[in-house]
C-alpha cells in the first residue's frame, strides 16, 4: 500500500514537473504576440496627428502613421463648386458703401472753436494705428477742436522710425476731410513760444458723453491736449453721421503715399498676370502668435520646449490646455489646415495664393503641406527683388502697407485670426463691394480635421461648406451687435432695394426660390463670435443717463483689447 502512494506521488509529481514548462511557453507566446500587437496599433497621441496630421517638421501631406488605409483623398480638381460662387457673391452687387454726411451734420466752420487743439499718440503695427486715426478724427469732431497730423508709434515692438507723411499722404488727408474737422500739420505758436499739450488717456471704448466730460474741461484749460496710446479709444456705438465720419477717414481720406502705392500696385499686377483670379491668405503662424495661443501643433516636445519659453514673456497668461483650446476653435489653422479649407471650398491645386505673414514658425518645412496642396504660392519677397523692396525693407509699416495693398486687391481675403489687419480689410472689402472674405469657422473645422481619415472626401468637403456658410464675407452676414465697426461698418454700407426688388420679381427658371439665399447665410455656431456688449466700458464710469446705443455693432468690452503693452505689441498687427 506505501509503495502504491509513493508511485502515485512520483506521477503526480512528473505531471507537474512538464506541465510548469508548458505553461512558460505559453506564457512567453502571449507577451510576444502582444508586444507585436502594441507595434501595429497607433500610439496614444494618434489623436493629434489626425489634428495636425504633418508636424512642423514634417514634409508629407497625407499621414502615413497609421497601417490602416485612409478613404480621405485630395483630388485634383477642386470640386462640383461653380466658379461664380468662388471669387464673388450674387448679391453684393445690391450693397455699397455711402458715407457721405447727412444734411444735419454742421459744416466744420460752425462748430469748430478757437483755441482747442487735440494730439494723439498712436499706438501698436500699422493697422492698429490706422484704427487709431481714424477715431481720433472723429474725437476731435466731438470736441470741437483742430485736430493735429497724429504722431505715429516709433518705439513698440514694431520698432518704425516711419513718420505720418511717409506712411500716408498728409496733404490729401487734409484735404479731403477739411468739410468734416480742421486739421493742421503742428501746434501753432502763441507769443513767440510753443504750445505743450497736456497729456493724458483716455478709457477703452469712450463714447461722446465720455469726452465731453473727462477731455473737454481739461482742452478749455490747457487748450492743447494729446491722448496717448490712443487705441480702441472710442466707443462703436456713435451717432450715424459719425460712424460715417469714420468711414469717410478709413476708407477715403487715409492713403498711401506714391512710392508705397505705386510698389504695392506693382506687386498686384505682378499676382494678376500670374492667372485670372488670386487669393490672399494673412497667415500669422509666426512664432509668438503660436505661443500666445497656447495651442499645440504636433511638433513633439522641441515645439513645446520653443513655444513655452516665448509663452513666458507674457506674465499675465495662465497655462491653459491645448486640446480645450483647439476644442474650442481659439487655435490658428495650420498652413495644411488652411490649403485643406480652400481645397474644399472649390478652389482647384492651380490657384495661385499670395501669403502675407512674418516669420513662418518651422520655415519652408511648415508651408510643404500647403505647397503640396497649392504650388503656386508667392510673398512679396518672391515676386519683387530686393533692390526693388530695398526702401521699404528696414521699415515694418511700410512693409505691412505693400501687404496690405495686395490683400486689398485680391479676389478672394483668407484670414487665419482675428487681428487689427484682418479687421481693416474684412470691413474695406465690405465696404468696397463685399468681395469674398474668409475666415475659417475653426471650432466646426477643428472636428472635422480630427475625423477627416474616416471620411470620403466629398463628405469632408460638404461639411467644409456648410460650416463655412456666415464665414464667407456676404452681405448681411454679420449679425448686429458682433464685429468691430472697422469690421462690420453697417452704418456706411447701403442697399439699393429697387434693383435688388426687380430681381424678386424676376420669373423663376427652377421653381419658387428666395432670393435672400445667398445673402443672409449665417452658421448657427456663432460661438467663434464675440459676444454683443450692452454697455460701453466706461459706462458704468459716467451714469447710465449718458449712454448712447446707436448703431451697435460690436463688442466693446472685447477681451483680446488689453491694457498689457506686451500682448498689445502681439496683437496689433
Known amino acids: 500500500m506505501a509503495a502504491h502512494r509513493r508511485r502515485h506521488r512520483h506521477h503526480t509529481h512528473n505531471r507537474f514537473r512538464f506541465l510548469i514548462p508548458a505553461i512558460s511557453v505559453i ?3 502571449i507577451l510576444i504576440l502582444y508586444g507585436f500587437i502594441s507595434l501595429l496599433a497607433p500610439s496614444p497621441d494618434h489623436h493629434h496627428r489626425l489634428v495636425r496630421r504633418t508636424s512642423l517638421n514634417d514634409n508629407a501631406v497625407v499621414d502615413d502613421s497609421s497601417a490602416v488605409p485612409s ?3 485630395v483630388p485634383v480638381s477642386g470640386g462640383m463648386v461653380s466658379d461664380r460662387s468662388l471669387w464673388s457673391s450674387r448679391m453684393s452687387k445690391f450693397y455699397f458703401g455711402c458715407s457721405n454726411a447727412s444734411n444735419k451734420f454742421p459744416k466744420v466752420e460752425t462748430v469748430t472753436y478757437p483755441n482747442r487743439y487735440l494730439l494723439i499718440a498712436t499706438s501698436g503695427g500699422l493697422n492698429q494705428q490706422r484704427t487709431g486715426i481714424t477715431d481720433a478724427v472723429v474725437a476731435a469732431r466731438i470736441l470741437n477742436a483742430t485736430l493735429v497730423v497724429p504722431k505715429l508709434d516709433q518705439k513698440s515692438f514694431w520698432k518704425d522710425s516711419s513718420t505720418f507723411s511717409e506712411i500716408f499722404d498728409v496733404d490729401w488727408f487734409i484735404s479731403h476731410l477739411s468739410r468734416d474737422v480742421k486739421i493742421i500739420k503742428e501746434l501753432p505758436r502763441k507769443g513767440g513760444k510753443n504750445l505743450v499739450p497736456y497729456n493724458m488717456r483716455v478709457p477703452r471704448k469712450c463714447n461722446e458723453r465720455c469726452y465731453q466730460i473727462r477731455v473737454l474741461p481739461v482742452i478749455l484749460k490747457k487748450r492743447a491736449v494729446q491722448l496717448s496710446k490712443f487705441d480702441y479709444r472710442l466707443s462703436n456705438r456713435l451717432d450715424t453721421d459719425l460712424q460715417k465720419l469714420r468711414c469717410r477717414v478709413n476708407y477715403h481720406a487715409l492713403k ?8 504695392g500696385q506693382m506687386l498686384v499686377n505682378r499676382m494678376r498676370k500670374m492667372g485670372k483670379h488670386y487669393v490672399a491668405l494673412h497667415l500669422r503662424f509666426e512664432p509668438d502668435m503660436l505661443a500666445f495661443s497656447g495651442c499645440y501643433y504636433g511638433g513633439g516636445e522641441k515645439e513645446r520646449r520653443e513655444l513655452g519659453k516665448i509663452r513666458k514673456r507674457w ?12 476644442r474650442q476653435g481659439r487655435c490658428p489653422l495650420t498652413p495644411e489646415e488652411v490649403g485643406l479649407m480652400l481645397r474644399a471650398l472649390g478652389y482647384n491645386k492651380d490657384v495661385h495664393l499670395y501669403v502675407a505673414s512674418g516669420e513662418v514658425y518651422g520655415g519652408d518645412d511648415t508651408l ?4 503640396a496642396l497649392f504650388p503656386n504660392i508667392h510673398s512679396k519677397d518672391t515676386i519683387a527683388t530686393n533692390q526693388e523692396l530695398e526702401s521699404f525693407a528696414g521699415f515694418s509699416s511700410r512693409m505691412a502697407a505693400l501687404d496690405f495693398i495686395v490683400c486689398d486687391e485680391s479676389d478672394v481675403f483668407v484670414t487665419n485670426n482675428n487681428g487689427n489687419m484682418a479687421k481693416i480689410l474684412a470691413g474695406r472689402r465690405r465696404y468696397f463691394g463685399h468681395k469674398p472674405t474668409i475666415r475659417p469657422n475653426s471650432k466646426k473645422l477643428y472636428r472635422l480635421f480630427l475625423n477627416r481619415e474616416n471620411m470620403t472626401w466629398e463628405e469632408f468637403s460638404s461639411r467644409v461648406r456648410t460650416h463655412q456658410r456666415g464665414f464667407m464675407g456676404e452681405p448681411k452676414e454679420v449679425r448686429p451687435g458682433r464685429g468691430e465697426f472697422h469690421e462690420n461698418p453697417a452704418a456706411c454700407i447701403c442697399e439699393d432695394t429697387e434693383a435688388k426688388s426687380k430681381l424678386e420679381t424676376l420669373p423663376r427658371k427652377f421653381g419658387k426660390t428666395n432670393v435672400d439665399s445667398d445673402e443672409v447665410v449665417v452658421d448657427q455656431d456663432t460661438e467663434n463670435e464675440p459676444e454683443s456688449s450692452d454697455q460701453d466700458e466706461d459706462d458704468d464710469l459716467i451714469g447710465p443717463q449718458f449712454q448712447h446705443p446707436v448703431n451697435d455693432t460690436s463688442v466693446d468690452d472685447d477681451p483680446l483689447i488689453s491694457e498689457s503693452p506686451e500682448l498689445e505689441e502681439l496683437l496689433s498687427d
Do not use: Q, Y
Open 256 to 263: 498711401f503715399t506714391d512710392p508705397i502705392n505705386k510698389m
Open 368 to 371: 510643404a503641406p500647403l505647397r
Open 315 to 326: 506674465k499675465t497668461l495662465h497655462s491653459n490646455n491645448p486640446d480645450k483650446e483647439r
Open 27 to 29: 506564457s512567453g507566446a
Open 71 to 73: 478613404v480621405f483623398k
